[in-house]
């Protein structure tokens, strides 16, 4: 007999980790912005042990999101449009050339993935009209081309990855152009720093 493992919903699985996901990229954003403003405005400021701890704690979480999610993308497939074209007399067939998703779509929808997030069912778009038409009296109906364009998935991983690199390399540049900084800045700019390599071998699928 087999025994129900899905003892939670997926919409309900999704749901959690997408809020544990945004809450971490969020207070990795307000820890590491706080502590670079500080840092900037203020002469040797001080920080406590339990918020270096969050910083770096954070810093490394998220970077190794964005590794993981690129590393979730999907290889390239062959692509769209469909052409009727004769051939040996009355017969027409179909071919289906579709245009493979760009380097960065695959990755942003890897993290989207990874993050939780739903997958958005494509909107129907126009039809692509057949290259040689029909001699008939009955035209061929054309055949519904992919929809194009970024979806919310896609934006929302999108909006996931610039906070990492921005937020990482305004603590790179600090720790580059101050000397000295406080540990905690310094650790969330090499940890990003890391991370980043990491994840650019990710995102262009080297081994």
């Known amino acids: ?12 699985r999704r749901m959690i980790i997408l809020t544990l996901t945004l809450v971490a990229v969020a207070l990795y954003a307000a820890i590491i912005v706080s502590a670079i403003v500080v840092t900037l405005t203020r002469e040797n400021p001080q920080f406590g042990e339990n918020m270096e701890r969050a910083a770096g704690l954070l810093s490394g979480l998220v970077g190794a999101v964005v590794t993981a999610g690129f590393a979730r ?7 769209p449009i ?28 890897g993290l989207g993935d990874l993050l939780g997030l739903p997958d958005v069912p494509p909107r129907e ?11 008939d009296d009955e035209k061929p109906e054309p055949s519904p081309a992919p929809a194009q364009g970024m979806t919310a998935k896609t934006w929302i991983a999108l909006a996931y990855v ?22 905690i800045v310094a650790n969330a700019a090499w940890v990003w720093f890391g991370t980043l390599i990491s994840s650019t071998y990710s995102f262009f699928g080297l081994e």
């Open 1 to 12: 007999m087999e025994q129900d493992h899905d003892l939670i919903p997926e919409q309900f």
């Open 73 to 79: 993308s999907k290889p390239s497939s062959a692509v």
């Open 125 to 135: 778009a126009p039809g692509v009209e057949p290259l040689f038409p029909e001699e």
């Open 82 to 109: 469909s052409i009727s074209y004769p051939m040996a007399g009355d017969a027409v067939v179909q071919w289906w050339r579709l245009r493979s998703p760009s380097l960065a779509s695959r990755n942003l929808e």
């Open 162 to 183: 610039l906070v990492y690199l921005c937020v990482g390399l305004a603590a790179f540049v600090v720790v580059l152009w101050r000397s000295p900084v406080p540990s």
